[in-house]
């Protein structure tokens, strides 16, 4: 049985076979409506969503399946009545598979660990691979490749996002950039950047961490940021964050370093003004909501492929 947790746990062969069948699934939908007929998607959500939610729905509804919403938060798992152990070998007796959009990496290598059904990471504190499959995804559909390209990433780190954008760029060949604050609060962790650097050699590419906003974004083929103030970060932190990370925004001038063709991209939600300015996330370089709907076609391939359906 296979899980997906992150990105550094999967071969470069089977990013590149479940980013085929996302093309595959967009193109052709039909082919694929009756394709989860009478199987069911446990959502456990501990953190709040949109996109996530919607996506893993919709996903399971176009291939004849079906989704419930399980919010932990009036549950006895959220409680913590219930131990993550006994929710997912309970779970694991009505449902096909099993999606979760946690806080904790370690409660998803938890549910993993006991599930009897596969295990789909929607976003944790460390990784989140689907977006990164859907990023992925519209790259290529943008840019013809992957391979070869150079991706840009400014801003604020030590994220998920970011951890994972390392993992997945260097997996499938691609150049990737990170530039963000010298300080460690915003350095994406240590152990990602060994891990990526490690299979990016393997494929011929390159993975860098530069602290200058321009110098990160020189002839690079994609440009992507994220929110200066993740869900878990508190308000009071705002201020100085904004200080801090404010030579990373993506403005047109930082833009212009880029290729002349360069997409820019970011997971949403935005905040112009904040890490981007609204010229560009409103401008010719944008592809976010593409970048959004890919989530739909990508998410269809990981449950398709983790209940063994290709």
Known sequence: MRHLLTLAEWSSEEIGKVLELAAHVKAHPGTYSNACDRQTLLMIFEKPSLRTRLSFEAAMTQMGGHAIYYDTSRSPMG??????????????????????????????????????????????????PCQILGDLQTIREKKGRLEGLKLAYVGDSNNNVTHSLLYGAAKVGMDITVGCPDAEAYRPRPHVLEKAKADAAERGSRVELVH????????????????????????????KRVKDLMPFQVT???????????????CLPALRGFEQTAEVIDGRWSVVFDEAENRLHAQKAVILYLLGKV
């Open 79 to 128: 409680a913590g009545k219930e131990s993550i152990h006994d929710t997912v070998k309970a779970a694991g007796r009505f449902v096909d598979i099993i999606m979760a959009r946690l806080f904790d990496h370690a409660h998803l290598e938890e549910m993993a660990k006991h599930s009897p059904v596969p295990v789909i990471n929607a976003l944790t504190n460390f990784s989140h």
């Open 212 to 239: 200058d906003a321009v110098e990160a974004v020189r002839d690079a083929d994609v440009v992507y940021t994220d929110s200066w103030m993740s869900y878990h970060i508190p308000p009071e932190e705002q201020e």
């Open 252 to 266: 047109a001038e930082l833009m212009a370093h880029a290729k002349e063709d360069a997409i820019f991209m970011n």
